[in-house]
T-cell receptor, first 113, second 111 residues
Framework: NAGVMQNPRHLVRRRGQEARLRCSPMKGHSHVYWYRQLPEEGLKFMVYLQKENIIDESGMPKERFSAEFPKEGPSILRIQQVVRGDSAAYFC???????????FGDGTRLSIL | TQLLEQSPQFLSIQEGENLTVYCNSS?????LQWYRQEPGEGPVLLVT?????EVKKLKRLTFQFGDARKDSSLHITAAQPGDTGLYLCAGATYNTDKLIFGTGTRLQVFP
C-alpha cells in the first residue's frame, strides 16, 4: 500500500495522559499536513511540515500540542495532558510539493476517557 | 476568516436522479479540490480544478470552478447507491498551502 499510513487507527487515553499520533506520507512525498475533524464538524487545518521544518502551525493550539517531521521516520503529532475536548479524528495528508493535491490517510480516532 | 459554504448540507435521492452540490466562498482560491469521505475513512481526492471556468468530468461526475475562482459545483448524473457518502470541497489559498474545507454535503442515494 503506497498510500498515507496513519497509526494507530484508534487510540484511547485517560485525561492527563499523552497521545502520540504517527503519519507516514506517500512514497516520494515530503510535505505533511495534519487536520482535525471534530464530531459533526468539518476538517480544520492544524499544521504543515516539511522534513525537519514546521512551515505553518497557525491551526495548532498554543499549548499541549506539538508536531515534528524528522529526517528519518514518520511525522508525529503529540498531545500532552489530553482533555475530553481533544476527542476527534486526526487526519494526516501528504503531497509531493506544496502546490500539489493532498492525499489523506484514514485517520486516528482519539477518544479521551 | 476564510469560509467555504456547501449546499445542500443533506441530500436524499432515488437512484437515477441528478443532483448538484454547491461550494461558495467570498475568498479567491488558487485551486479547489473535491473529496469524498466514507464513514471511518479519510477523504479520497476526486478532482482538482485550477483555472477559473474550468470544467472536469469524471464518469458521471462533472466539476466546475467558477470564473472568479470563488465557487465550485459538483454535478452527478444518474446517481447510484455507490455514490452515497460525504462530499467535501477544499480550497487552497495563494499565500499558504493549507486547505480550507467546506462544511460538507452528506448524500444518500436509495436503490
Amino acid at each position: 500500500n503506497a498510500g498515507v499510513m496513519q497509526n494507530p487507527r484508534h487510540l484511547v487515553r485517560r485525561r492527563g495522559q499523552e497521545a502520540r499520533l504517527r503519519c507516514s506520507p506517500m512514497k516520494g512525498h515530503s510535505h505533511v499536513y495534519w487536520y482535525r475533524q471534530l464530531p459533526e464538524e468539518g476538517l480544520k487545518f492544524m499544521v504543515y511540515l516539511q522534513k525537519e521544518n514546521i512551515i505553518d502551525e497557525s491551526g495548532m493550539p498554543k499549548e499541549r500540542f506539538s508536531a515534528e517531521f524528522p529526517k528519518e521516520g514518520p511525522s508525529i503529532l503529540r498531545i500532552q495532558q489530553v482533555v475530553r475536548g481533544d476527542s476527534a479524528a486526526y487526519f494526516c495528508a501528504s503531497s509531493g510539493t506544496g502546490s500539489q493535491p493532498q492525499h489523506f490517510g484514514d485517520g486516528t480516532r482519539l477518544s479521551i476517557l | 476568516t476564510q469560509l467555504l459554504e456547501q449546499s445542500p448540507q443533506f441530500l436524499s435521492i432515488q437512484e437515477g436522479e441528478n443532483l448538484t452540490v454547491y461550494c461558495n466562498s467570498s475568498s479567491v482560491f488558487s485551486s479547489l479540490q473535491w473529496y469524498r469521505q466514507e464513514p471511518g475513512e479519510g477523504p479520497v481526492l476526486l478532482v482538482t480544478v485550477v483555472t477559473g471556468g474550468e470544467v472536469k468530468k469524471l464518469k458521471r461526475l462533472t466539476f466546475q470552478f467558477g470564473d472568479a475562482r470563488k465557487d465550485s459545483s459538483l454535478h452527478i448524473t444518474a446517481a447510484q447507491p455507490g455514490d452515497t457518502g460525504l462530499y467535501l470541497c477544499a480550497g487552497a489559498t495563494y499565500n499558504t498551502d493549507k486547505l480550507i474545507f467546506g462544511t460538507g454535503t452528506r448524500l444518500q442515494v436509495f436503490p
